[in-house]
């Protein structure tokens, strides 16, 4: 098929999220994942970080197992939460020190038992300052969050839309969404944010939805809207099969838009669960490597 057919269809750049685990078993299930996503030949993973780095010591063994087994190029979360710039930045230069050179800089949720983020006395106030920190040690490729719902913090969606712009001007590369499930919302962030001055990358989030019910519940604390047709679908799902099913079918159908759209890049939210993230991806056309896994397996 020639690139000028009108049956051709445009295959994105991909990135996919994973968490660091606690147990040994959880740590079987983030390799499995990463087995199974990783012939599909990210562009990079990223691997998240706890609050007040919570979980820096699993988030430092999971990107070096990532990086030396499945020989993919690996991003390392960071935040500001209960840490000071010191040992923000140590953190970040032992990133580089393990060839990390990719950081999704984010301001970070409060610890549990506390309702807003209170900055260290000696820590960064915010995303911008840690960005800014970051892009002067000149060592990083820096993306930073975006919310196409707005931040459930923010004073307004332009107040949220002009942070972005601070996070981006200070250093940041590009953007990442917040999940969201319509797709007219991120159009209509994207064409505010352009409004706004924002020429840098903003690549949408993407879950494939493992489990409705947490899903939800999710969504409702980030601020993203579960639409009604949403409910109406998964209960008709009557089993497990019938779930996974209508969650590709869902996930696809809304890359597919977003790349009829202009979109080039997705990242997709695993949970360390990859089969759905396959699924999809291989209905967009991403076409797996077999000899990618195999070259880091030994």
């Not at 994942?33 to 007040?52: E, H, I, K, N």
């Not at 935040?79 to 010191?86: H, Q």
């Not at 360390?272 to 030994?298: D, T, Y």
Request: proline letters at 7%; one cysteine or more; a negative charge.
């Amino acid at each position: 098929m020639t690139s000028d057919s009108p049956a051709a269809r445009i295959v994105p750049r991909i990135s996919f999220e994973f968490f660091p685990p606690k147990t040994p078993r959880a740590s079987m299930a983030l390799w499995e994942s990463v087995q199974r996503l990783a012939p599909l030949a990210p562009d990079f993973v990223s691997v998240t970080y706890g609050a007040g780095g919570a979980t820096r010591e699993r988030t430092m063994a999971a990107m070096l197992a990532i990086r030396d087994c499945a020989r993919l190029n690996v991003a390392g979360h960071l935040t500001c939460v209960g840490a000071t710039r010191a040992e923000v930045l140590k953190v970040a230069r032992n990133y580089a020190r393990l060839g990390c050179h990719r950081i999704v800089a984010l301001r970070g949720d409060p610890p549990a038992g506390q309702d807003r983020f209170r900055p260290h006395p000696d820590g960064f106030e915010g995303a911008v300052e840690l960005v800014a920190a970051l892009s002067g040690l000149g060592l990083f490729d820096i993306r930073v969050a975006a919310y196409p719902e707005t931040h459930p913090e923010a004073a307004s969606p332009q107040a949220d839309i002009e942070q972005l712009k601070r996070k981006l001007d200070a250093g940041a590369s590009g953007a990442i969404t917040q999940l969201f499930f319509e797709n007219e919302v991120f159009y209509r962030f994207r064409d505010a944010c352009a409004a706004a001055g924002i020429s840098a990358p903003i690549v949408p989030g993407i879950l494939p939805i493992e489990d409705f019910d947490k899903t939800v519940r999710f969504a409702r604390s980030c601020g993203a809207t579960v639409p009604g047709w949403m409910f109406k679908a998964y209960g008709h799902a009557e089993d497990a099969a019938a779930h996974d099913l209508l969650s590709t079918a869902i996930a696809t159908e809304q890359c597919d838009e977003l790349l009829s759209e202009g979109v080039t890049d997705l990242h997709f939210y695993t949970l360390n669960k990859s089969e759905l993230v396959f699924q999809v991806c291989r209905a967009l056309g991403v076409e797996p490597e077999p000899a990618r896994i195999a070259a880091g397996a030994g």
